[in-house]
Structure formats: C-alpha cells, structure tokens
C-alpha cells in the first residue's frame, strides 16, 4: 500500500465513455465489457489503500430509457425523467457494482462495494429550472418539436443543425441527502457507487416535503459537491483525454499539468473551456477546490492513479 494514500478518501467520476463507447452498439453485453475495462484505474487506486466513492454519467442510457418511454406509449404509463434517472441509477451502478466485485475477488483484495441511489437537492427557484438548456432524448423534426411542445409541454430546441430535441433544467446541486450515510460507509473502506448521473434531482416543497421534477444534474458538479460532504481530500474527474489544454484542437493548444484555481478560472474566462464539453469539469473543479478540496485531476481513465500521485493528468491545486 502506498504510505501517502493510506487513509485518503477521493471522488472519482467517470465519464460517459466509461460504459457506452461512441459508434458501439449500446447492448447491455458491451456496457458490461466497457465497464469491466474501465476499472484498472479504480482498481489500482484501492490497492492503494484509497477510501473511494465512484460516480458516473447516465446520459446515453437516460436517452434510451426516454426513447423507450415513447416507443411505449399509450401502452404503459409514462414514467416521469426523475424516475428515469434513478432508474439509470440503480441500473448502471448494480453494473459497476458487480464488476468490481468480481475484479476485486479476482485481484484478492477483501473491500465490500455498494450502490447508494442518491437524491440531491436543488433550490426551486433555481434560475436554470426556468431556462432549460440540457438536451436529452432523440432528434425530432421540426413539425414534431411544434407538436410535442403543444401536446406534452415540452421545451425543445434546435441541436447544431441536427434536428430538434428536448431541453430540461440542470439545476445546481447544493448537497446530497444521503452524503452522511455514504460517509460513514465510505470511511469503514466499503466503495460506494453514487450520484450517478449526477444524482435525482429533489427539492423542498413550503411543507418541507421532498419533491421530484423533471430535470437532469451535471454529473461533475453532483461529485464536487459529495466530495465536499463527505470530506473527501481528492476529486478525479475522468475524461477521454490524458490532460486539460488550453487551445484545444488549434495551433497553440497546450496541455496543461499543475495549474492553481486562479489560473484555471482566468483561463476559464478567456472562454478556453466550451459549456458543452471541458467547462463543466472544471467549473466541477473550481467549485470543489474553492470549498476546501486538497486537489482535483482531470485526466483519463488509464491515468488516474498516476494522476493522483501527481505524476500525469492536469493538477488542479490550491493557490500558493
């Protein structure tokens, strides 16, 4: 066991790519292989002795649940997007779950896994529940976005020429309601799988009653925040890319390595990090390192362990 890793609690969020491969047909067959080969990283990092709580993303099976849903209508009752995410959930994490078991019972390493469906509050007047900007589900046409909007109350937006989809809220996550429960469990060493796909979205209703709604997490940002709950000193926020570069994809880009927050919000602002791809993780980061974290690495899959021993990836830190 690594001396410094001894007793440290990380974060570790998978990204999308984790289960479903883009061009790979989406069985169930290949989100269990993909999966089983995302977690060389994971497993390194508990044989490090690491006290570790695992997330993941749901946004390819949330789409196949929904396109499910309407193949299925007026034949079976339709399920709300909040059922839809906890259902993801519980499905892709029982995936998780059961493939580090095996691997862990293979490597001969004795650590109880665990899948905690997790709900994370929001505030109901969230300035994002009234702008819905995330885009989930299939494409439609122009005539059917017109007539969906009309019938079923929907808000849908053209998507980069493609076609037609629906948009709904992602709320900011303020903090998950199941955060003391996986802290403990976290802390006994137990892995815990949780937040997946960012985690339910919930809110208190003037009674105090825990309501759903019809909205979707970012992912990353469920992670910082149960990071910072349960007292995690590390978050690792995995990609399909070794390291953050400014410039991406253009005569100048730079692969970033040990970076401190004020630099990476500088460069955030310079517009270097796009909404619909790298900003998210690093607002991710910015927002977990500015509530205490230690430090944050954004890298891939089969550097992770690397990365937090601060020997690859992008190292976010305090500043000096």
């Known amino acids: 066991m690594n001396a410094n890793a001894r007793n440290k609690t990380a974060v570790v969020a998978l990204g999308g790519n984790a289960i479903t491969l883009p061009g790979v047909e989406d069985t169930i067959a290949n989100q269990f292989a993909n999966t089983r080969k995302s977690l060389d990283g994971i497993v390194e990092l508990i044989r490090?002795?690491?006290?570790?709580v695992v997330s993941h993303g749901n946004g390819p099976q949330v789409g196949n649940a929904l396109l499910r849903i309407e193949?299925?209508?007026?034949?079976?009752?339709?399920?709300?997007?909040g059922v839809c995410v906890a259902d993801t959930e519980g499905g892709m994490g029982y995936m998780i779950e059961q493939s580090l078991q095996n691997r862990l019972r293979q490597e001969g390493i004795d650590r109880p896994v665990v899948t905690i469906i997790?709900?994370?509050?929001?505030?109901?007047?969230?300035p994002a529940i009234s702008d819905p900007s995330k885009y989930i589900g299939q494409f439609y046409t122009e005539e059917e976005a017109k007539l969906f909007g009309e019938t079923r109350g929907w808000h849908l937006k053209e998507d980069a020429n493609r076609g037609w989809r629906r948009v709904v809220p992602s709320p900011m996550p303020l903090r998950a309601l199941e955060a003391e429960t996986i802290k403990l469990l976290v802390h006994s060493g137990t892995i815990v799988i949780a937040a997946g796909g960012g985690g339910i979205p919930v809110y208190r209703d003037e009674n105090g009653?825990?309501?759903?709604?019809?909205?979707?997490?970012d992912k990353d940002l469920a992670s910082a925040v149960?990071?910072?709950?349960?007292?995690?000193?590390?978050l690792a926020i995995l990609t399909?890319?070794?390291?953050?570069?400014?410039?991406?994809?253009?005569?100048?880009?730079?692969?970033?390595?040990?970076?401190?927050?004020?630099?990476?919000?500088?460069?955030?602002?310079?517009?270097?990090?796009?909404?619909?791809?790298m900003g998210p993780?690093?607002?991710?980061?910015?927002?977990?390192?500015?509530?205490?974290g230690g430090m944050v690495t954004i890298t891939s899959f089969e550097k992770v362990c690397k990365a937090l021993r601060g020997e690859a990836g992008t190292r976010i830190e305090p500043d000096k």
């Not at 490090?48 to 570790?52: E, K």
């Not at 009653?209 to 997490?217: C, M, R, T, Y």
């Not at 149960?226 to 590390?234: P, S, V, Y």
């Open 226 to 234: 149960l990071a910072r709950e349960i007292g995690a000193e590390k």
């Open 118 to 126: 997790t709900q994370m509050l929001v505030k109901p007047d969230d």
């Open 281 to 292: 993780k690093v607002k991710a980061a910015v927002t977990f390192m500015e509530n205490g």
């Open 240 to 277: 399909s890319v070794d390291n953050v570069s400014t410039d991406f994809g253009g005569p100048k880009e730079k692969a970033l390595e040990r970076v401190t927050v004020s630099e990476m919000k500088n460069l955030q602002a310079e517009g270097h990090f796009p909404p619909g791809s």
């Open 48 to 52: 490090d002795g690491y006290n570790l």
């Open 209 to 217: 009653k825990l309501e759903g709604l019809d909205a979707v997490i």
């Open 71 to 81: 193949l299925a209508r007026g034949k079976a009752p339709i399920l709300p997007l």
